[in-house]
Each structure stands twice: as structure tokens, then as C-alpha cells.
């Protein structure tokens, strides 16, 4: 302590002192021999000359290789210096420290005591100088930092020089000399010059009667010297009047001085002229300190420019938009198309506010994106998307709002996602969202919640509607079938339309079973009873089937299955039924898909049979032929009756490879009877549907060399009901070869009669169901009588089916039946029993008298 109090003394009292043998003051010369020669030190870039000295007489005094001695250099060598001098100490662990400054130094840094610590300076020189330090400490070098100050109001590049000392006192010390450089920057022209708003500085010149007569420009900036057409280094203290472009301004000046004398308000400070065949608009800004006129002068030309385009792209924008008050929601303005959005006139509009608009809606925001229901003036809603912003309405805070008109819009979002849930033909649930409801109902039933009920129902004879009289009658037929469905249940339930004419209810809650019986048959009475369509009387039945969640099957796969299994049950035992799922319908299920697989599998040519029953004519009692009916014997089953594989067969395809087999075999057969002798043969809808049964039936035909004449194709109804112009197109194609086109179970079908008409069968086949109750029912009788009068009177046969009895056959010659069919004469036999039967037929023994 006892150093640092000798070495501040010592500065204290003035003990900076100038170099004995070298004086620099004012202009003289240096005394005594010259410096030596000595290079800068690297790192050391200064403006100045007398700084080089400094650093010279800093090298001299390093002596072999040791710093200059603090007392030295900073009490002894450099004093004429010591105004823009500091010296730095700096110790571990504690701030650097300004020992002494000088009173330039200070002024330069901004201290207002001699003496402090480095981080009370600005940030610049505190930053300046710990730079120079910290290279001049490794480098044991005086070295130079650069920062930037404001000097006597001027932006000035000071010089920062660290040069380090030894001193014998504890520390690190640094003799510090700061002084700007000559170069300096006008800061405040740089600013006034670096905006685009023009800025002068006037002093009215007054004529002797105290009229304005002219302005001296004090100061301009180089955007006013633009907008007057001046160079402003040229007006500096030249009269206004002498500008190009300053009569306006003078005029406007003037006016504004007259209304200031007179307490008025001054008029609109707006000039325009042209300059260089230019239109200029300013705005004029005047204040008036101590007889001095500060002008502004403002380009409003783009602001002009814009107003223009907002004006045209609102008003004529074909988007609606208005401009409300940000506090309040007053209309301010309003474009035509949202006056013809929301059907009002301009002056009725203005009137209004925003909740005049939206009556229900609480604060609405001054800006953002929102969606809103707006009020028209007819009262009716508009969804719309509003997008607004917040802008000045001249002086006003506003809201200037877009408005999209998404009313349409939203009415397609809303029909999509409806049409995504429902059925869009009768509007109840479609399979996706009864695939959901069915999913979480088994969810809640398995955990114990809630037992539900899944009903499936099909249409029975919808088909013949839809094919007989149209898609419109089907479509129609489906709308009043869902609604009659949707009025028997109650609100929980679900029912959902699966596609085609197929239906399922979500029966949720526990019911009995007894309840879900009552309910089905409430279904099947609703859905049988006639359904009218232009005209006609439509009349269709259901079959229902039924299974219990979770007591039946615990995930909706399952649960569907045993639901379709009942629903087969119901089908399978005729029209109008209801059955719940029972485990023994999935063995007949399985039972049925290994029939399937055997079928599938099946050597047709080893395993299939074909039996004939013969054909009686009525009138002569002659043997006119064989219906061929096809028998499977299967390995494992032995022989399986037709009713059980056809059906399958047609489901599954295997019927086109069966029925081609039966043609083969029963041509063939044919053709090694007598000449006179027919074969009838079924034919199947589904190998209609194959689209080449004509060329099947002329390559069994030609394989056989049997004329076609003897072959009789047998046809129900279902055939034509199905693709009707394409079937009848077949038929005929097979009447152009020559096979005859028998009419099987007449009457039993929706419109037999109708097809009559158009197409000329060879035979009408009455079916078994009419000739089994002739002689104990008058209106199968009457039905036999009618058909058989049909044909004679169209000229086409007819054959009954089923005779089983003496009294049949009387009944039938007595209607003058054409040909017979049935047990009384014949069950179906093989190959060598008809072969016996023609040989009995050929022997003359008649078997009807």
C-alpha cells in the first residue's frame, strides 16, 4: 500500500513531467540530437506522428529486453502528453483499475473522477481498451484498438494504445493514450439525410410592413433539396424564393403564418405541383420555435397510391367485405358485394353494427380468422368464414373483414359426412357405421354392461319387383321398407341397410327372447303388407334371423356369422320366418361347406348320373320322351338328391361345368333312341349369366350328331327376370338352331304371363303344386284350366307335372291336356330303365287309355 500511496501522491502533485532533453511546444523544434531510428512495433497502426514518438521512446527505454519502468516512462518522458493518457492496473481477482486520468482521457471516456475502476466506462472504451490490453500482455508489446465515439457532437474513430510497464508495485500496469483520429462523421446531417422526409430549417425574412416576403433556408436535407429541385449544398443560406419548386411552399408558408397571427386554425398543409414533369404530393409539417420555421416535407404519392388501390380493390373486389370500428362493431363502409350478400342497400347497411349481423354472438375479435353465422335482410342464416384485420379508418381504429360465403359449402360437408354414416337411398345407417356401432356394442356387452340383440333381415321376392318393373320400384320399395322398419323400434336401437335388399337392427338392452319374437314378426307383418308404386300393388316378404350378444358369440365377426346362419335357417325353411342362431345351425354350416368342398372336387364324369322320367302324351297315350334329371353319388354320402348340390352348385359356378356335363350326356343319350323321341333338360339362370349357353348347347348338339329339334330346353322364370334383353336374346339364338323352349312351373312366378307375349315358348310345364289339389281345390282347378286354355289358344303345348293319380289324369284329359309327367306312370330311372321303358312304349303296351 505504501507504493500505490507514493506513486498517486506523485501524480497528485504534478509530477507528470515533460522530457528534459526534448520539448515539443508549439511550434519549435526538438533540442538536442535526434532520436535513433527505430521501427514500429508490429500490431501498431497509428494517424499520428507524435504517437509514433511516443512509441519510440517506448522501445528506447526497454532495456536488454525488459519492460520501460512505469516511473520512467509514465512520471518521467511523456508528459506533454498526459491529457489523453490513463494508467491501468490490473491485479487477480479484481476489476482493472484507471489509477489516474487525464483530463481529455476523461472527457473521451466519459469519467467524472480521475480516478475508477474499467467497467464504469461505456461499453465501446471499456471494450477498446481491455482488447488492447489483452494483445499487448502476451505479446509484451504496445498494441492498437479502434472503437467508436461521439466527439464535439461528430461520430469520430478513436485510437486506443496499450503500452505495458513494469513497475515495482503489485499489478500489471498499462500506460493508456486514447485521442480520436481526424476523420469524423457529421452525425446529425447523416440522420436528417438518411430519411426520405424532407427537412428544412427556415427564418422568415419580413418585409418593412410586416408582410411575409421570403424564407432563409438555414438547413436543408438532401430530401427536401429533392422535392424543391435543388442541390442542397447549394441553398444552405440562400433564399427560398430562388428554389424551382418553392412557390407553393412559400404560398403555403405564408398562410399558415397569416392564420398563427390571427389564433386560427391553419388551412390544409397539402401541396402538389409538377417538377420535371413529375406530379409531386407532400404533406407540410411546420412548427415554429423563436421566430425559426422547422418544415417537414412528406411524399403522400405512394400513400395516395395505395388509398387509390384499396379503394378499387374494395370496392369493386367481388369478394364481400366491410370495414367496422374496432370498439363498438359500427359498419364504416361496405363494398356492393357484401350489400348483395346480405340483400340491403348501402345507407341501411351503414346503419347497422356487427351483432345487427350476428345476433347470438358475443365479442367478436378485432382481427384473425373465424368462423361465423351471419343474418341476411331476408332472415335466412349464411355460414361464413371471416377473415379480419386491423387498419386506420382515417383516424378511426377499424376492422376491415372479408367474408366468404361457405353456406353451400358447408351444406356438401354436411351431406358427405351424413352420406359417410348413412345410407344415401333410405337415410339409415350404412355398413360402415353399423360396422362401428357393432364393434363398441360387443365392446360393452362383453364387459358386462349391456346385452344387445343383432337382427338381420333379407327381402324375399324383392328381386322379382326390382326386375320386373324397375330400378325406380326397387329403390321406392327400399325407402318405405327402412321406414317401416325405423317406426317399430325405438330410439336406442340401430338399424342399418347392408346393401342390396339386405337390412340389420342393433336391438340395444336386454329383451327377452320372447320380445325379440314379437318384435321380428311385427317386422314381417309391416313389411308384407302392399306397397303402392304408380299403379301398382307391390308385395315382397322378409326372412329375419337373430343372435344374442355376448350369450351367442363375444366379437361382432362371430356374432354376424350366427346372426347369417339364423337368417339361412329362415330362408332355407320359406318365405316370411324368423330363427334365432342355435349351435347346431354352425354344424349344418360346416356340414355344408364340406359338401362344398366335395363338389368342388368332385370326378363328374365318374360320380355324376343322369335319370330320366318319361313324357306321356295325354291324348294318345304314346311315349313322347325323357326329362333328364341329374343325380350325384357322391363316395362318402352315397346319392345326394338335386334340391341339396344345384343350389350350391349355382352359388358356387360349379353349375356351368354341371350343367355342360348334363347336356353332353343326355344328347348323347338321345341319340340312340328313336327318331320321334325329345329330351328335355333343365337349364339354370346362372348359366344364362355366362353369356355362352347358345354355343354350349350347339357343341353338345354337334358332338352328339343329335337333331336339335329333339332337344327341349327347360327354363323358369328366374331366367328371365334376370338381365331379361340378354336372356331373351339367348333364346332366341337357341330357337334359331332348332331346340325347343319349354316354360317350367308356369304360374308359380311373378308376371309368367307377361313374358308370353314376348317370346313363343314350344311348351308351357304346369307346375306340380296346381295338379297335386285339382280335384279338392276349385282354384287350382281353375288355374289348370286357364293354362291349358292359354297354350291351345297361343298354339303351345303343355305338359303337367306330379300325376299321381288315376283321378289326375282324368281331370287332366278332360281339360285336354297335352302331356303328363308323374309317378303314376314312371319315377325318374337310369339309363337302362329308360331304355326298358321305350322298349315297352315300342311293344305296344299303352300305358294310358
Not at 260 to 287: D, I
Not at 732 to 750: H, P, W
Amino acid at each position: 500500500m505504501a507504493g500505490d500511496d507514493v506513486m498517486l501522491t506523485a501524480m497528485r502533485a504534478g509530477t507528470w513531467q515533460e522530457d528534459r532533453t526534448t520539448k515539443l511546444q508549439g511550434g519549435s523544434v526538438e533540442q538536442g540530437p535526434p532520436p535513433r531510428p527505430a521501427e514500429l512495433p508490429s500490431g501498431v497502426d497509428t494517424e499520428f506522428d507524435d504517437v509514433r514518438l511516443v512509441l519510440r521512446r517506448w522501445q528506447a527505454a526497454c532495456i536488454d529486453g525488459a519492460l520501460p519502468p512505469y516511473e520512467e516512462l509514465a512520471l518521467g518522458s511523456v508528459g506533454r502528453f498526459a491529457d489523453e493518457m490513463a494508467v491501468v492496473r490490473l491485479q487477480p481477482g479484481k476489476d482493472g483499475f484507471i489509477l489516474r486520468a487525464g483530463p481529455r482521457f476523461s472527457a473521451l471516456a466519459g469519467l467524472t473522477e480521475p480516478a475508477a475502476v474499467l467497467s464504469v466506462l461505456p461499453f465501446a472504451f471499456q471494450r477498446a481498451i481491455s482488447g488492447a490490453i489483452d494483445l499487448a500482455r502476451p505479446a509484451a508489446r504496445p498494441r492498437l484498438a479502434l472503437c467508436r465515439s461521439i466527439v464535439d457532437g461528430m461520430v469520430s474513430t478513436v485510437e486506443v494504445l496499450a503500452l505495458p510497464l513494469s513497475c515495482r508495485w503489485p499489478g500489471e500496469y498499462f500506460l493508456v493514450f486514447a485521442r480520436p483520429r481526424k476523420s469524423q462523421i457529421d452525425l446529425a446531417r447523416l440522420l436528417i439525410n438518411s430519411t426520405d422526409e424532407g427537412i428544412l430549417a427556415l427564418s422568415a425574412l419580413e418585409s418593412v410592413g410586416g408582410e411575409g416576403r421570403d424564407y432563409q433556408i438555414l438547413s436543408i436535407n438532401n430530401a427536401a433539396a429533392r422535392f424543391l429541385g435543388v442541390s442542397a449544398e447549394d441553398m444552405r443560406f440562400r433564399l427560398l424564393s430562388e428554389a424551382k419548386a418553392a412557390t407553393g411552399l412559400a404560398r403555403l408558408l405564408d398562410e399558415c403564418g397569416v392564420a398563427r397571427a390571427h389564433g386560427v386554425t391553419a388551412p390544409s398543409l397539402e401541396l402538389e405541383y409538377q417538377l420535371g414533369g413529375e406530379a409531386v404530393s407532400l404533406q407540410v409539417g411546420v412548427a415554429e420555435t423563436g421566430g425559426l420555421l422547422a418544415v417537414t416535407l412528406t411524399d403522400v404519392r405512394e400513400i395516395r397510391n395505395r388509398e387509390t388501390l384499396f379503394r378499387s380493390l374494395f370496392d369493386d373486389n367481388p369478394v364481400p367485405m366491410y370495414v367496422r370500428q374496432a370498439e363498438g362493431g359500427a359498419f364504416l363502409n361496405v363494398n356492393a358485394a357484401a350489400l348483395n350478400l346480405y340483400g340491403r342497400g348501402r345507407g341501411e347497411f351503414l346503419a347497422l353494427g356487427i351483432a345487427d349481423l350476428e345476433p347470438d354472438a358475443g365479442d367478436v375479435p378485432a382481427s384473425g380468422e373465424r368462423f361465423a353465422r351471419h343474418r341476411t335482410a331476408a332472415g335466412s342464416d349464411l355460414d361464413v368464414i371471416e377473415y379480419a384485420r386491423n387498419i386506420r379508418f382515417g383516424a378511426t381504429p377499424a376492422t376491415l373483414s372479408t367474408i366468404v360465403d361457405i353456406t353451400e359449402r358447408k351444406r356438401a360437408e354436411d351431406r358427405i359426412s351424413f352420406l359417410a354414416h348413412h345410407d344415401p337411398l333410405t337415410g339409415v345407417g350404412n355398413r360402415t357405421t353399423f360396422s362401428q356401432e357393432i364393434e363398441d356394442a360387443v365392446a360393452t356387452a362383453v364387459a358386462g354392461h349391456q346385452p344387445f340383440v343383432l337382427l338381420l333381415v333379407d327381402l324375399d321376392d324383392f328381386k322379382a319387383v326390382n326386375d320386373t318393373l324397375g330400378h325406380a320400384a326397387g329403390d321406392s320399395l327400399l325407402i318405405e321398407t327402412a321406414d317401416r322398419i325405423r317406426k317399430l323400434l325405438r330410439r336406442s336401437d340401430l338399424v342399418a341397410r347392408l346393401g342390396g335388399d339386405e337390412f340389420a337392427i342393433l336391438l340395444r338392452g336386454a329383451l327377452s327372447r320372447s320380445d325379440v319374437e314379437t318384435l321380428a314378426k311385427r317386422i314381417i307383418q309391416a313389411i308384407s303388407e302392399p306397397h303402392a308404386y304408380e299403379g301398382h300393388k307391390l308385395s315382397i316378404g322378409a326372412s329375419l334371423g337373430a343372435a344374442i350378444a355376448p350369450a351367442d358369440a363375444r366379437d361382432a365377426g362371430t356374432l354376424l356369422k350366427c346372426a347369417d346362419l339364423a337368417l339361412y335357417r329362415s330362408k332355407r325353411d320359406g318365405k316370411g320366418a324368423f330363427h334365432f342362431f342355435e349351435p347346431e345351425m354352425d354344424a349344418e354350416m360346416r356340414d355344408r361347406r364340406e359338401l362344398e368342398f366335395e363338389l368342388r372336387c368332385a370326378d363328374l364324369d365318374r360320380e355324376l348320373v343322369l335319370h330320366y322320367q318319361p313324357i306321356i302324351s295325354v291324348k294318345t297315350g304314346a311315349l313322347r320322351g325323357f326329362e333328364a334329371l341329374v343325380r350325384w353319388r357322391n363316395p362318402r354320402r352315397g346319392m345326394v338328391s338335386p334340391a341339396e348340390f344345384i343350389p350350391l352348385a349355382e352359388e358356387t359356378g360349379m353349375i356351368e361345368a354341371i350343367g355342360r356335363w348334363v347336356l353332353d350326356e343326355a344328347c348323347r343319350r338321345a341319340a340312340t333312341w328313336p327318331q320321334d323321341l325329345v329330351i328335355a333338360v333343365n337349364a339354370s339362370a346362372v348359366q344364362f349369366r355366362q353369356g355362352q349357353f347358345a354355343e354350349t348347347i350347339s357343341q353338345a348338339i354337334a358332338r352328339s350328331g343329335l337333331d336339335p329339334s329333339r332337344l327341349e330346353i327347360e327354363i323358369t322364370e328366374s331366367v328371365l327376370l334376370a338381365d331379361t334383353g340378354p336372356n331373351l336374346a339367348i333364346l332366341q339364338r337357341l330357337k334359331e338352331i332348332g331346340v325347343r323352349i319349354a316354360l317350367d312351373d308356369f304360374g308359380t312366378g311373378y308376371s309368367s304371363m307377361s313374358y308370353l307375349r314376348r317370346f313363343p315358348f314350344s311348351r308351357l310345364k304346369i307346375d306340380r303344386s296346381f295338379v297335386r289339389d285339382i280335384g279338392s281345390s276349385r282354384e287350382s282347378m281353375a288355374i289348370v284350366r286357364a293354362i291349358i286354355g292359354l297354350g291351345a289358344n297361343l298354339g303351345i303345348d303343355t305338359t303337367a307335372e306330379g300325376v299321381e293319380t288315376g283321378a289326375q289324369l282324368e281331370l287332366l284329359r278332360q281339360e285336354r291336356c297335352g302331356e303328363i309327367q308323374g309317378f303314376l306312370f314312371s319315377p325318374p330311372v337310369d339309363g337302362a330303365g329308360a331304355a326298358q321303358i321305350i322298349a315297352s312304349y315300342r311293344g305296344n303296351k299303352v300305358q294310358v287309355a
